[in-house]
């Protein structure tokens, strides 16, 4: 099956830096979206995103399907960014979740 | 709020025993996802309907089954309980049909603890 590889794993980041989060695939999607997990447990959509790119505020996506990856970009972090966030593929009606990364953004 | 309500919060009960989770999905989804997030597993797709009929299934086990009514509110029926069952179960809600088509919408999710 398909296979999908997030990186890094975990990222600690001082509030006010700029991190790139990285999902990797290894076969061609029907789609492709964003999550964040809360650390209070709340899933949160971020963006569904199967090519192309899009923002929403201080947070951006690029999908570039044909080199198979795709990006999240997070600006001047703040704490409340702080979470797990997965990529999660879609492909012949199944689902598939990476791994996450863990974002800790310290105060 | 993501408008979509999952009950009960918490569940806590013995090995063999039989669960139902319920989900309502947000005002005018028709389309309701279950998932399963445990330690071992991390997230886990498990089963999609729309509109009362079922669209895929994921890593669903067979002691597991799920519906959704003519209200378009879901549940999911876990029996036969083991430890290993123990997880956050999450339903989301989307507009389409096509399973994983649109942007899903999560409820805050049933945590199931087997003792």
């Known amino acids: 099956g398909i296979q999908v590889e997030q990186s890094p794993p975990d990222l600690i980041l001082q509030e006010g830096a700029n991190s790139t989060l990285r999902c990797n695939f290894s076969?061609?999607?029907?789609?492709l979206q964003w999550f964040h997990q809360n650390p209070w447990g709340q899933l949160i959509n971020l963006f569904y995103?199967?090519?192309g790119t899009k923002q929403n505020g201080r947070l951006s996506a690029t999908t570039v399907a044909t080199e198979r990856y795709s990006l999240l970009y997070i600006s001047s972090s703040q704490t409340t960014d702080s979470g797990v966030y997965f990529c999660?593929?879609?492909?012949?009606?199944?689902?598939?979740f990476g791994k996450g990364t863990r974002l800790h953004i310290l105060p | 709020d993501s408008g979509v309500t999952q009950t009960p919060k918490h569940l806590i009960t013995a090995t063999g025993q039989r669960v139902t989770l319920r989900c309502s999905p947000r005002?005018?989804?028709?389309?309701v996802y279950w998932y399963q997030q445990s330690l071992d597993q991390g997230l886990q797709f498990l089963i999609h309907?729309?509109?009362?009929?079922?669209?895929a299934k994921g890593n669903i086990l067979e002691r597991f089954s799920a519906q959704q009514f003519p209200d378009l509110h879901s549940e999911l029926n876990l029996s036969s309980l083991e430890l290993g069952d123990s997880a956050l179960y999450f339903c989301?809600?989307?507009?389409?049909?096509?399973?994983?088509?649109?942007?899903?919408?999560f409820g805050d999710g049933t945590r199931l603890s087997i003792l």
């Open positions: 989301a809600s989307s507009v389409g049909r096509e399973t994983g088509n649109q942007p899903q919408h």
């Open positions: 076969d061609s999607v029907n789609n």
């Open positions: 995103i199967p090519s």
């Open positions: 999660v593929l879609n492909r012949d009606d199944k689902i598939i």
């Open positions: 005002s005018g989804d028709l389309s």
């Open positions: 309907y729309y509109n009362g009929e079922e669209r």
